[in-house]
């Protein structure tokens, strides 16, 4: 799942390095609101999850583990 969502990432913003650590893609211009969009769109579809509006929240896009954490929360 690690890989499938660092793909995604470098398909929106190619222009960004998403494997380096350290880096809070939201602080850091990385990512924004319809890039978020665009991940929970694929989450939804490749992983059977459906995440709800009051979890779509800075703090679970700021990285890849906060991404793949909120998916897993999610997966039955």
Known sequence: ????????LAE?????????????FIEEG??????IVSIVDTAE????VSIPGTDILPEHFCS???IVN???KYRT
């Open 12 to 24: 929106l913003r190619p222009e960004f390095d998403f494997t380096e650590p350290g880096h809070d």
């Open 1 to 8: 799942m690690r890989e499938r969502i660092l793909q995604v």
């Open 64 to 66: 890849v583990d906060a």
């Open 70 to 72: 909120l998916i897993n």
């Open 45 to 48: 579809e490749e992983y059977g």
């Open 30 to 35: 990385m990512i924004d609101s319809l890039d």
